[in-house]
């Protein structure tokens, strides 16, 4: 049984070193985190800071050279082993959609249920309504390749969703999308992960995104590549766009700046 | 559009009446004699009257049975070497070089040997067209089945799937057009590799007929023979394309085969 004090994640001195020797490439050091249930924090940091590499190790695709990351009090290495137990609960989108175009949009979003052996006709219905949720109504039945950058990844955001996760991670899913379809999809998520009070962790290399959507922002830096800082966002919820033109808010992005580039 | 459609259709048909006539002009100005080249009105009644012989359709069969079997057999064994080559670096350091020494051979100098080895009957034809058609196949496989991307990887990681689950919606409709595009060629060597064995060595197939039509002279039969042989061909490889679009309708090159047909 998991205590309700205990940190939902945590990240205990976890570091990743590629390559031996005098190779040897320092991509994280020393990351320690805690993360209560429902908190949304983001990673912030210039490209090469291994904002990328730490999400990867949290969700277990990259094995940590050294410390320790606990979801829900289950250790997701178990030495050189992914555990399954610990990561189960974890949902993750990637940059790209990462849609297959052999299924359907149904499909794809139900292929995460179809894997844990849900039967045809439940997780078709579930798909379906989540399609409704994310925006994706009447586009079930077509291809990915016939769907825009943006709803390819509503439709890799409801694939997401459907397991009801209790962590998400996000490698900066709507980078690749043009400002308005990024704020639109950014307020829908940002409810998303209200409602159901998943605990989040977004990449990012946008100070404005990580501002408005995080209630602490991670601040990383590069050679050595490290965490810097760890700042709250003092921002109530539920926030709108208007947020993002209040003096406080630009104060924070000016605040977030010159730690990121280590002036303040 | 319609007259896309229609020039589509029309410009190939011109060129190949064209061609015919060129050849019947020729033959007729140039009084060719019908032992060293007929004209296509011959052979076209040559050819009818090929159909009519039942002992044709008997050749036929066994030049399809040799055909088909080799490329099923190179079929199964370019996909599992592929496959498995692709999955195990070591099995492809170990054997790939050795493979593609095998394929460097020409194979069709072999063929006398496989006759010597399997005999006059169905068997070593059947090698020969499984030796031709292995090497589209097993090169196209290996590719395919490496050409999985390590994003596509990481989604089944995070969704816990098991190998079993993993090969089925990954692997195999990842590498699928590329199989299905290595066993389109295949076919067509099979086909080759079939004829190849029949002319060296035997008494049966559409091989051996052309070749006992050749030393009875008959020219025009010959030509029929040959138009059967590529109307097979052409048939075996259409079944190929059609289950490529059926089976992989979602791949690019599928779909503009198909709103092209």
Same mark, same amino acid.
């Given at each position: 049984?998991?205590?309700?004090?205990?940190?939902?994640?945590?990240?205990?001195?976890?570091?990743?070193?590629?390559?031996?020797?005098?190779?040897?490439?320092?991509?994280?050091?020393?990351?320690?985190?805690?993360?209560?249930?429902?908190?949304?924090?983001?990673?912030?940091?210039?490209?090469?800071?291994?904002?990328?590499?730490?999400?990867?190790?949290?969700?277990?695709?990259?094995?940590?050279?050294?410390?320790?990351?606990?979801?829900?009090?289950?250790?997701?290495?178990?030495?050189?082993?992914?555990?399954?137990?610990?990561?189960?609960?974890?949902?993750?989108?990637?940059?790209?959609?990462?849609?297959?175009?052999?299924?359907?949009?149904?499909?794809?979003?139900?292929?995460?249920?179809?894997?844990?052996?849900?039967?045809?006709?439940?997780?078709?219905?579930?798909?379906?309504?989540?399609?409704?949720?994310?925006?994706?109504?009447?586009?079930?039945?077509?291809?990915?390749?016939?769907?825009?950058?943006?709803?390819?990844?509503?439709?890799?955001?409801?694939?997401?969703?459907?397991?009801?996760?209790?962590?998400?991670?996000?490698?900066?899913?709507?980078?690749?999308?043009?400002?308005?379809?990024?704020?639109?999809?950014?307020?829908?998520?940002?409810?998303?992960?209200?409602?159901?009070?998943?605990?989040?962790?977004?990449?990012?290399?946008?100070?404005?995104?990580?501002?408005?959507?995080?209630?602490?922002?991670?601040?990383?830096?590069?050679?050595?590549?490290?965490?810097?800082?760890?700042?709250?966002?003092?921002?109530?919820?539920?926030?709108?766009?208007?947020?993002?033109?209040?003096?406080?808010?630009?104060?924070?992005?000016?605040?977030?700046?010159?730690?990121?580039?280590?002036?303040? | 559009?319609?007259?896309? +459609?229609?020039? +589509?259709?029309?410009?190939?048909?011109?060129?190949?009446?064209?061609?015919?006539?060129?050849?019947?002009?020729?033959? +007729?100005?140039?009084?060719? =004699?019908?032992?060293?080249?007929?004209?296509?009105?011959?052979?076209?009644?040559?050819?009818?009257?090929?159909?009519?012989?039942?002992?044709?359709?008997?050749?036929?069969?066994?030049?399809?049975?040799?055909?088909?079997?080799?490329?099923?057999?190179?079929?199964?064994?370019?996909?599992?070497?592929?496959?498995?080559?692709?999955?195990?670096?070591?099995?492809?350091?170990?054997?790939?070089?050795?493979?593609?020494?095998?394929?460097?051979?020409?194979?069709?100098?072999?063929?006398?040997?496989?006759?010597?080895?399997?005999?006059?009957?169905?068997?070593?034809?059947?090698?020969?067209?499984?030796?031709?058609?292995?090497?589209?196949?097993?090169?196209?496989?290996?590719?395919?089945?490496? =050409?999985?991307?390590?994003?596509?990887?990481?989604?089944?990681?995070?969704?816990?799937?098991?190998?079993?689950?993993?090969?089925?919606?990954?692997?195999?409709?990842?590498?699928?057009?590329?199989?299905?595009?290595?066993?389109?060629?295949?076919?067509?060597? =099979?086909?080759?590799?079939?004829?190849?064995?029949?002319?060296?060595?035997?008494?049966?197939?559409?091989?051996?007929?052309?070749?006992?039509?050749?030393?009875?002279?008959?020219?025009?039969?010959?030509?029929?023979?040959?138009?059967?042989?590529?109307?097979?061909?052409?048939?075996?490889?259409?079944?190929?394309?059609?289950?490529?679009?059926?089976?992989?309708?979602?791949?690019?090159?599928?779909?503009?085969?198909?709103?092209?047909?």
């Amino acid at each position: 049984m998991r205590m309700d004090h205990e940190a939902d994640i945590r990240l205990a001195g976890v570091g990743k070193t590629f390559g031996h020797g005098e190779n040897a490439v320092r991509a994280i050091g020393d990351a320690t985190l805690d993360m209560q249930r429902g908190d949304f924090i983001s990673l912030l940091g210039p490209s090469g800071c291994g904002k990328t590499t730490l999400l990867r190790i949290i969700a277990g695709l990259e094995r940590p050279s050294e410390g320790e990351i606990l979801v829900r009090g289950r250790a997701v290495w178990d030495g050189a082993k992914r555990s399954t137990e610990a990561t189960r609960p974890v949902s993750m989108m990637f940059q790209e959609a990462r849609l297959f175009p052999w299924f359907t949009v149904a499909e794809n979003v139900a292929l995460p249920l179809r894997l844990r052996g849900v039967k045809k006709a439940e997780r078709e219905a579930r798909a379906h309504a989540l399609c409704e949720t994310v925006g994706l109504k009447g586009f079930e039945k077509m291809r990915p390749s016939a769907l825009s950058g943006g709803m390819r990844q509503r439709a890799s955001l409801a694939r997401a969703l459907i397991t009801e996760p209790q962590v998400l991670l996000l490698d900066e899913p709507f980078g690749a999308l043009d400002a308005m379809t990024r704020d639109t999809l950014n307020l829908e998520l940002m409810s998303v992960c209200a409602q159901a009070r998943v605990t989040t962790i977004l990449v990012t290399h946008s100070i404005t995104e990580a501002a408005f959507l995080s209630d602490r922002v991670v601040v990383l830096a590069a050679r050595p590549a490290r965490i810097t800082e760890v700042v709250e966002m003092p921002f109530e919820r539920p926030r709108t766009l208007d947020l993002q033109r209040k003096p406080a808010f630009q104060d924070i992005l000016v605040r977030l700046r010159s730690s990121l580039t280590g002036g303040h | 559009m319609h007259t896309d +459609r229609f020039f +589509r259709i029309a410009l190939p048909t011109a060129t190949v009446i064209a061609f015919l006539l060129v050849w019947t002009l020729y033959v +007729r100005t140039a009084e060719v =004699s019908a032992f060293i080249l007929p004209t296509p009105l011959q052979i076209v009644t040559a050819f009818i009257g090929l159909l009519g012989d039942a002992g044709v359709w008997r050749h036929a069969l066994v030049t399809v049975t040799e055909a088909v079997s080799g490329f099923l057999i190179a079929v199964l064994l370019g996909i599992c070497l592929g496959m498995a080559m692709a999955r195990v670096r070591m099995l492809e350091w170990a054997f790939k070089p050795f493979i593609v020494c095998l394929q460097l051979i020409p194979k069709i100098a072999l063929a006398p040997l496989f006759i010597l080895w399997f005999g006059f009957g169905l068997e070593s034809k059947i090698v020969i067209a499984a030796a031709l058609a292995f090497f589209p196949v097993f090169s196209n496989a290996l590719v395919a089945f490496r =050409s999985v991307e390590p994003g596509d990887r990481d989604v089944f990681t995070m969704l816990q799937a098991n190998p079993v689950q993993r090969f089925v919606m990954l692997d195999l409709p990842t590498a699928l057009p590329v199989v299905l595009a290595g066993m389109e060629v295949a076919v067509v060597m =099979s086909m080759i590799g079939a004829i190849v064995g029949e002319f060296i060595g035997g008494n049966e197939g559409l091989g051996y007929l052309a070749v006992a039509m050749l030393q009875e002279l008959q020219v025009p039969g010959l030509f029929a023979v040959i138009v059967l042989l590529t109307l097979i061909g052409l048939t075996l490889y259409t079944l190929i394309a059609q289950l490529r679009g059926w089976l992989t309708p979602w791949h690019a090159s599928a779909a503009r085969g198909r709103s092209e047909a």
